[in-house]
């Protein structure tokens, strides 16, 4: 039995190599999206539940000919949407080595050495952000979980009551601060701990997208003058429409004067701290109670692979979640409990993610991820460049990152009105988009819609920022 397993991994796995090898070669040049519709990808999928077993040669062939050619291209140089990234393949062929030890990441007993490497790699998030040897944190399915688990443990810190008793044992109404930029997951989160949608204060921005300071100090003010009590306040380290970063330090100093708890959601900017060139960015970032820190986005770890950090450690993330059931109680002195990493957040049986992020930090080393970074930088620099010398675009967002937003507007564009202001770019998009020479996407900032570009993809080199800037100029003549 064993044998027949160890051939068939051996074969699959040559025919698997074959596929992505294949795949990973024709990058370049492969349409970025597929034309099909969702109907006529339904028709593509629709068929029975075979009632014998097909050969895995065969399924292969179906995933090669079906799925490839019309699955998003993300790991291309010329995918420039959301924070997705192209993924390493010390990544991707860690996930099938994790796979194939289906260790269960919830328990210690049911992974030692994967909750060993987790809290490794939990150890090196930490450090590289500035954390103390106290801090602690956990793996997530993403920024949103990530998000999810922060808030609860600033919910559940400001009055510890309410874990067992909910927000009854609340004294005042909890009241929640970031930006309007914020990630729609903040908003998700507050409903999700019953505080109510409501209460998240979205906060204004400045000309640059940054929480406006003086703004967020009135709020808390106006509510506090209310009766309500501010639980948390919120930051941006890079803010999912424009990549920029909030005042963090200031956002820190407020908190602290609010006795407020202060998270991060660094998703995507956190990878900043890296380089020695950027990390000032992240100025003040190691004061916030809570960091979100997604390696999925910008440490081209395959996805899924989110992270939170806590400052405080272990304490506040198992006061909010810790709970023992009696099949996962056995007694071994209590020393495997720190490590059973279903006791810091809300999932049970959890993937050994942590594989593909300790093999991709051990591959990149922080020099490796401080070049990419930096060339991604640069790189949307030079894109920012080029597009101030088109006439008919204008740049709406400074570089912060790697992302860079801008506006088709042709002659004539101010007397027109915003609805078909709007239907320009989106047109613009769409018909970037059908070319399949390349993807963006668009955002809406200060009601209006805008054009997004993100860098994402250590791939993407100059020649590809030049032919998407031919692209855009081109696809923008044939709409005017
Ligand atoms: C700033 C920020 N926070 C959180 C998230 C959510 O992350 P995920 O999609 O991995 O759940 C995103 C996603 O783009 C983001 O940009």
């Known amino acids: 039995m064993t044998d027949d397993l160890a051939e068939q991994h051996e074969r699959l796995g040559h025919a698997v190599t074959a596929i992505v090898t294949e795949y990973v070669a024709g990058l370049d040049t492969r349409r970025v999206v597929s034309e099909a519709t969702p109907h006529e990808l339904e028709k593509i999928f629709d068929e029975p539940f075979p009632e014998q077993g097909m050969t895995a040669e065969e399924i292969f062939k179906r995933f090669t000919t079906d799925v490839i050619t019309h699955a998003m291209q993300v790991p291309s140089p010329r995918y420039y949407g959301q924070f997705n990234p192209t993924p390493l393949p010390i ?51 993403g920024g949103t979980e990530a998000n999810l688990i922060a808030l609860k443990c600033a919910r559940d810190r400001l009055h510890q009551a309410v874990v067992n008793e909910g927000l009854r ?36 921005t400045d000309g640059a997208f940054h929480i406006r300071i003086e703004a967020l100090r009135k709020q808390i003010s106006v509510d506090r003058e209310a009766g309500c009590t501010p639980c948390c306040i919120i930051g941006l380290a890079g803010a999912t429409s424009t990549g920029v970063i909030d005042p963090l330090e200031e956002l820190a100093r407020i908190a602290l004067e609010n006795n407020c708890w202060y998270h991060v959601d660094a998703a995507y900017g956190g990878t900043l701290a890296f380089s020695e060139k950027h990390r000032s960015k992240l100025q003040g970032i190691a004061a916030a109670d809570s960091i979100t820190f997604d390696p999925h986005k910008w440490m081209f770890v395959p996805f899924a692979c989110g992270a939170v950090l806590v400052r405080e450690g272990g304490r506040a993330l198992r006061h909010a979640f ?24 809300q999932m049970g049986t959890r993937r050994f993610n942590s594989l593909k992020l300790w093999m991709a930090m051990k591959f990149m080393g922080r020099a490796g991820y401080a070049e990419v970074i930096e060339r991604q930088i640069a790189l949307t620099e030079y894109l920012a460049g080029r597009i101030d010398q088109l006439g008919d675009f204008r740049r709406v967002s400074p570089v912060e990152t790697a992302v860079c937003c801008f506006k088709f507007q042709p002659p004539g564009f101010a007397g027109i009105d915003g609805v078909a202001q709007d239907r320009l770019q989106q047109r613009l998009q769409q018909e970037i988009e059908r070319s399949g020479e390349a993807w963006i996407t668009t955002t809406v900032l200060r009601g209006r819609r805008a054009l997004r570009v993100n860098i994402n993809s250590f791939l993407t080199e100059r020649r590809h920022i030049d032919d998407l800037i031919e692209l855009v100029t081109r696809k923008s003549k044939a709409l005017v």
């Open 169 to 204: 044992a609340a004294p005042a109404d909890f009241t929640i601060y970031a930006s309007e930029q914020c990630h729609f997951s903040i908003e998700r989160s507050v409903d999700i701990l019953g505080l109510g949608r409501r209460s998240l204060r979205k906060i204004e």
């Open 322 to 345: 810790d709970i023992t059931p009696e099949y996962l109680n056995e007694d071994r002195g209590g020393v495997d409990i720190e490590f059973d990493f279903f006791r810091y957040g």
């Open 91 to 141: 990544g991707v062929w860690a996930d099938a080595l994790a796979s194939s030890l289906n260790q269960n990441a919830g328990a210690w007993r049911n992974g030692p050495t994967s909750a060993m490497i987790e809290a490794r790699v939990l150890r090196w998030l930490c450090e590289l952000i500035g954390y103390g040897p106290e801090s602690f944190g956990t793996l997530a399915s």
